[in-house]
């Protein structure tokens, strides 16, 4: 199964506005990444986020991560057209030498001109 | 250039017979993976190696098989016994470092079975 789930599913905004995505995730991680895909192309990565880590910034991207509630969010702030893609959060499970990545279902973003 | 390429982008498969997608990646990177991906659908794990020569199930693996006899090349064999392989397959590999793990991707194989 899925170890993340992204809310919502779609995501329609003006352009300008911010864009929050919200990733809820199962079991412990060693930290937990968000990735961006346009249609039909591979995915790009964005930014990671330590399990120790309680927030953090990219540019435009502000990720934050609960641990407690097995959550995380990203938001990005005055969006833009090309912002318009599907946003994956990812997780990489707790403890030492253990790299199965795993993937949420997606939130797929549009942002009107 | 540095990356992963995934080769063909398109392939068409008739029923009944194995196909392999071809994964190669010159990032020296030690794990690698294989997702598929349905339209409108997150990925789903099907493989992933760690290192040369291992490699473990991941939650869709039935009907799928891998090999890891080199550091740089994962390919994903979609055999007759996958009901349903229509779909879009990605390969990505990771390079861990103290700062966590970075995946990158390559672009992807759209499987039709025809």
């Known amino acids: 199964s899925q170890q993340g789930e992204e809310d919502p599913q779609a995501l329609s905004i003006q352009e300008g506005e911010n864009a929050t995505m919200n990733c809820s995730y199962k079991?412990?991680?060693?930290?937990l990444q968000w990735y961006r895909q346009n249609s039909g192309r591979g995915l790009v990565h964005l930014i990671l986020?330590?399990?120790?880590?309680r927030e953090k910034h990219s540019g435009r991207l502000r990720v934050t991560l609960d641990t407690s509630k097995k959550s995380s969010s990203l938001l990005i702030t005055a969006s833009r057209a090309a912002d318009t893609a599907s946003y994956f959060c990812?997780?990489?499970?707790?403890?030492?030498?253990?790299?199965?990545?795993?993937f949420g279902t997606g939130t797929r973003l549009t942002i009107i001109p | 250039d540095g990356g992963i390429t995934q080769s063909p982008k398109y392939l068409f498969r008739k029923e009944g017979q194995n196909v392999t997608l071809s994964c190669e990646q010159n990032?020296?990177?030690?794990?690698m993976y294989w997702y598929r991906q349905d339209p409108g659908q997150g990925l789903r794990l099907i493989y992933y190696?760690?290192?040369?020569?291992?490699?473990q199930k991941g939650d869709i693996a039935e009907g799928y098989s891998v090999s890891r006899e080199k550091k740089e090349s994962f390919p994903l064999t979609v055999t007759s016994a996958q009901k349903n392989p229509t779909a879009f397959y990605l390969c990505?590999?990771?390079?861990?470092?103290?700062?966590?793990?970075?995946?990158?991707f390559g672009q992807g194989t759209r499987l039709t079975v025809v």
């Open positions: 990505a590999s990771t390079a861990t470092s103290v700062s966590g793990t970075e995946a990158f």
């Open positions: 079991t412990s991680i060693n930290n």
């Open positions: 986020i330590r399990s120790n880590e």
């Open positions: 990812a997780t990489v499970p707790s403890g030492f030498g253990n790299e199965k990545l795993t």
């Open positions: 990032l020296n990177h030690d794990a």
């Open positions: 190696s760690q290192i040369v020569n291992d490699f």
